[in-house]
C-alpha cells in the first residue's frame, strides 16, 4: 500500500489531494497490504509458547486484522501503533469482531513511546518499510525483552530471473527491496537468531486485498470518474504489474529471535 501518511509531493495541494485520495480509497478496506489470518497464524505459531502475562506491540496495525488475530489466539495484551489515526478508528471499532484486550496508540514508528524492554514480541505486517527492514529491526530490538520475539513481513525477491515491469516498479516505489537471503544476512547482523521464514502465497494478494482495493478502485471511478487519477492509476498499475510477477517476489514473514 502507499504510504497514506503523505510525506512525499512538491507542493501541500498535491500530498494533501494524494492523501485525501488513499483515505478514501482504503479507508473502507478490511486490510492494507498482504496478508491473511493464515499466514499470522503459521507465524504465530512458529514461535515458542509466550510467557504468562506477554506484551505484545502491533507496529502499522491498519484496520488492525492482525491485531485481532494477535490478541484471540494469545490472549496477550495488545498494543497497536499507527500514524493514521483513521486506521486506529476503524480498527479499534470494527463491527465484525471488535480487537477486545487492545491499546491503540497513535504514534510515529521512528518514535515509539515505551520505554526499553517493554514487549515479548513485536509484530509488524506490511509496515516495517516505512523504516527500512534494518533500521526497523534495529530500533525495534531495544522494546524487546530479553529473549524476546520479532515477526515482520518484508517485500523481497524471491528469485533472480525477474519481469522486467516489476523490477522497473519496484525500483520506482521501494529500491530497498532484497532478497531473502540478504534479508536473512541483515536479521544476523541486527543481533537477531533467524527462527523461520515464508513467502506470503499468491492468495495473501489475490483473495482479499488485491480484490477488495480493485472493487474499491472500480466505485470510486463510478462516483466520481477522474477524481483523484494519479493515485487511482498508481494503485492499478501496482495490481497489473503484480498480476504478472509469476512468484518473483512476495512479502516474506520473517520470525525471529533477540540474541541474547
Ligand atoms: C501497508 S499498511 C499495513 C497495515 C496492516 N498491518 C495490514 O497488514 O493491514 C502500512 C501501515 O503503516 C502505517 N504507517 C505508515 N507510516 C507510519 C509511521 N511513520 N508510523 C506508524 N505507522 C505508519 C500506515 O498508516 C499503514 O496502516
Not at 115 to 121: G, I, Q, R, T
Request: glycine share 8%.
Amino acid at each position: 500500500m502507499p504510504n497514506p501518511i503523505g510525506d512525499g509531493g512538491a507542493t501541500v495541494s498535491r500530498v494533501d489531494e494524494a492523501t485525501e485520495t488513499l483515505v478514501r480509497i482504503f479507508a473502507s478496506l478490511s486490510q492494507w497490504g498482504p496478508g491473511s489470518d493464515a499466514s499470522s497464524t503459521r507465524a504465530l505459531e512458529a514461535l515458542p509458547p509466550l510467557p504468562p502475562r506477554a506484551r505484545i506491540l502491533d507496529v502499522g496495525c491498519g484496520p488492525g486484522r492482525q491485531t485481532r488475530l494477535l490478541g484471540t489466539h494469545t490472549g496477550a495484551r495488545v498494543v497497536a501503533v499507527d500514524l493514521a489515526r483513521d486506521a486506529l478508528l476503524g480498527a479499534a471499532a470494527c463491527a465484525d469482531a471488535p480487537a477486545q484486550g487492545a491499546d491503540f496508540v497513535c504514534a510515529d514508528m521512528n518514535r515509539l513511546p515505551f520505554a526499553d524492554a517493554s514487549f515479548d514480541l513485536v509484530w509488524s505486517e506490511g509496515a516495517i518499510y516505512v523504516m527500512g527492514f534494518r533500521a526497523g529491526l534495529e530500533r525495534w530490538k531495544s522494546l524487546l525483552a530479553p529473549g524476546g520475539h520479532l515477526a515482520v513481513t518484508e517485500v523481497a525477491w524471491l528469485r533472480e530471473d525477474r519481469p522486467a515491469d516489476l523490477v522497473a516498479f519496484w525500483n520506482e516505489e521501494y529500491p530497498a527491496i532484497a532478497s531473502r537471503e540478504e534479508h536473512r544476512a541483515e536479521i544476523a547482523a541486527a543481533g537477531y537468531e533467524w527462527i523461520a521464514d515464508f513467502p506470503l502465497p499468491e492468495s495473501d494478494w489475490w483473495d482479499t486485498y488485491y480484490r477488495e482495493l480493485g472493487e474499491r478502485l472500480d466505485e470510486i471511478e463510478r462516483e466520481d470518474p477522474g477524481a483523484g487519477r494519479t493515485v487511482v492509476e498508481m494503485c492499478r498499475r501496482e495490481i497489473d504489474v503484480m498480476r504478472g510477477a509469476q512468484g518473483a517476489c512476495s512479502y516474506v514473514f520473517y520470525i525471529m529471535r533477540k540474541s541474547d
